[in-house]
């Protein structure tokens, strides 16, 4: 039980279990190694492909960020930060392209990296315990693996209130043939609403405001708790990661999951120094937990539009993630 990956060869079925149930299952650059060349293998061998968490708490919680950010104290630290994302994104992108049913069970938390493993193949089976999350924004990041694709395409602004926000849903249902009549068969009949629904409206109204400044404002005018409480948790969110993440959510839309994921790559790629509010914000929240980040830009009104604009420039061409001519 060692492997921090364990594959289970079940006749025409390839299983994939994510084995680091004390860590939540959180992923690495070795479990991504391991990963990536079994599911080529299987795409031509196997009928179908679940992946699934060891445990009951987490499917997967997300990348292994606080190694990440350590590695940054280290000489290199940021190749091999920039290593982890580039196979990270090119793994995320292998899902999303995958010719062969590609089922997650998403049974617990299920945040960033493991949406990444999740949201793009073709199946998510959730159960009463999943916790889904972009969380990026509250650790000095943006909604990344692929987030600018799938939170653009949600319905209204959803999308730019879920990646900004980080807000934690807990009822979620699969979506995508006989794959499907199976997965129908247990399927409850949920006879509940959504729920943000009470909010849709307000979600609309406010997070369609064309500057975070706006959105915060909107949000203020309206005296009701969950205005409020939205109101105070974007202003914790390191302002930089806020306007960055709505200019990719934004923009999102009109793009392919390969164009979403080399720009969210040239993105992340800027942000491994340790001058980063990626580091402070890992430093903060998940290495001395002091919870008081200090964020650089410190307020929006710093973070310019030259400033965001000089994030999503290109790279040089050497160090440019190319999704379409890629390989681990």
Same mark, same amino acid.
């Given at each position: ?9 079940? /006749? ?21 190694? $391991? ?12 009928? !179908? ?5 060891? /445990? ?15 590695? *940054? ?10 290593? +982890? +994302? %580039? ?8 899902? &999303? ?10 049974? &617990?938390? #299920?945040? /960033? @990296? ?7 193949? $073709?199946? =998510?089976?959730? #159960?009463?315990? #999943? !916790? ?14 692929? @987030? ?14 879920? @990646?900004?926000? /980080? ?26 609403? +959504? ?22 404002? =909107?949000?203020? $005018? ?11 948790? *974007? ?21 392919? !999951? ?7 790559? =040239? ?6 120094? %340790? ?5 402070? @914000? ?31 420039? #290109? !790279? ?7 999704? %379409?001519?890629?390989?681990?």
């Amino acid at each position: 039980m060692g492997d921090e990956v364990l594959l289970k060869d079940v /006749g025409d079925c390839g299983v994939i279990v994510l084995n680091r149930p004390k860590a939540l299952n959180a992923l690495n650059l070795s479990m991504v190694q $391991k990963i990536y060349p079994i599911l080529k293998e299987w795409e031509s061998s196997k009928k !179908l492909v679940i992946i699934e968490g060891a /445990g009951e708490k987490a499917f997967c919680a997300g990348g292994d960020v606080k190694s990440l950010v350590l590695a *940054l104290n280290e000489p290199k630290g940021e190749v091999f930060g920039a290593e +982890f +994302f %580039r196979k990270e994104y090119t793994l995320n992108y292998l899902i &999303g392209t995958y010719n062969k049913p590609y089922i997650a069970i998403i049974n &617990g938390i #299920t945040m /960033g @990296g493991g949406v990444g493993l999740s949201v793009h193949g $073709k199946y =998510r089976v959730a #159960t009463e315990k #999943t !916790l889904f999350a972009m969380p990026e924004t509250a650790i000095g990041l943006f909604p990344d693996v692929g @987030g600018s694709y799938f939170l653009s395409r949600l319905k209204g602004k959803l999308g730019v209130y879920l @990646g900004l926000t /980080g807000h934690r849903l807990k009822a979620l249902q699969n979506t995508g043939d006989t794959i499907e009549e199976i997965l129908n068969k247990y399927q409850p009949k949920l006879n509940h609403e +959504f729920s943000l629904a009470p909010h849709m409206s307000q979600i609309e109204n406010y997070f369609s405001a064309p500057s975070v400044e706006e959105i915060i404002e =909107r949000l203020k $005018k309206d005296n009701s708790e969950w205005a409020q409480k939205n109101a105070e948790i *974007l202003l914790k969110m390191s302002p930089s990661s806020l306007k960055i993440s709505k200019k990719a959510i934004d923009e999102g839309n009109g793009k392919s !999951l390969a164009e979403c994921l080399e720009i969210e790559y =040239r993105l992340v790629y800027t942000a491994l120094s %340790r001058d980063s509010d990626f580091y402070e @914000g890992v430093r903060a929240l998940l290495i001395d937990k002091d919870q008081k980040p200090v964020w650089k830009p410190p307020s929006l009104t710093d973070v310019t539009d030259e400033y965001v604009n000089k994030r999503f420039a #290109t !790279l040089p061409a050497e160090k440019e993630l190319k999704l %379409r001519a890629s390989k681990l």
